[in-house]
């Protein structure tokens, strides 16, 4: 679906059937005492403040939280480099959403703070490893990866300039990151190719309202493998007892 044929309504019609798909895909996470994990990767101005917006307006905000994730603080440092997100597991029943992710390693520690090729290597194996652990146990790892063409990239940050009620989500960061667009263009191939245990989904958001949708599909469609007709049976004891109420 493209923004040429998406209208205001359809696209609010989409939205709706997708916040309901999701609001069901947490009550079974709840019910089964299951996990789930999302990851969300890309450009800066890709959208994945508005994707996590919009999992936070599905969802009941006792079955899930947000991780932004930045540098390692001091303390964090001072661990292997999957420390931070180890302590940062769901409970059963329970929904994490990284805003990055261990996947920094990969991409700005690589980028543009040099990981030299042994490290760099190594890295991969063990997040190969955490997912592959993650997946054993059969927590649910879904892996978006939101990606913008250069000009749209640039425009984003230009705009969120612009705009005074956007400028605090523009960094310096930004703008150096932007400068080695065409290095992280070769380290999001590498990362998607090399680090497949659990697939990507890599969503194109040149056209935010499109993105988006895809986006939350991607998440819906991943969740739902865990709807069974637990989902939607009495908790124990409640059937023996509901005429009670009727009394």
Not at 38 to 58: F, H, N, Q, T
Not at 94 to 99: E, G, M, N
Request: aromatic fraction near 8%; glycine fraction near 6%.
């Amino acid at each position: 679906m493209t923004s040429a044929d998406l209208s205001a309504s359809g696209y609010q019609a989409t939205l709706r059937e997708l916040r309901q798909r999701l609001r069901l895909a947490q009550i079974a996470i709840f019910r089964q005492n299951s996990q789930a994990i999302i990851v969300l990767e890309g450009y800066d101005a890709a959208g994945k403040g508005g994707v996590i917006r919009e999992l936070s307006y599905a969802w009941d905000p006792r079955g899930f939280a947000v991780h932004p994730i930045g540098p390692p603080s001091k303390k964090e440092a001072g661990h292997p480099f999957l420390w931070r997100f180890w302590n940062r597991l769901p409970s059963p029943g329970q929904i994490a959403i990284f805003d990055r992710s261990w996947y920094g390693r990969l991409l700005v520690e690589r980028v543009e703070h040099g990981l030299p090729d042994g490290e760099y290597e190594s890295s991969i194996s063990e997040i190969n490893a955490f997912e592959k652990m993650l997946q054993d146990n059969q927590i649910t790892l879904i892996k978006l990866c939101l990606e913008t063409d250069a000009e749209t990239h640039r425009t984003r940050l230009l705009r969120r300039a612009a705009e005074p009620q956007k400028r605090w989500k523009l960094t310096v960061s930004d703008i150096e990151s932007f400068a080695h667009r065409a290095d992280y263009e070769l380290a999001f191939d590498a990362m998607v190719s090399r680090c497949a245990v659990s697939p990507w989904h890599r969503i194109d958001t040149n056209r935010k309202k499109p993105g988006r949708l895809a986006a939350l599909r991607a998440v819906s469609d991943s969740l739902e493998a865990n709807l069974t007709p637990r989902t939607f049976a009495y908790n124990l004891g409640v059937i023996e007892r509901l005429g009670e109420l009727s009394k």
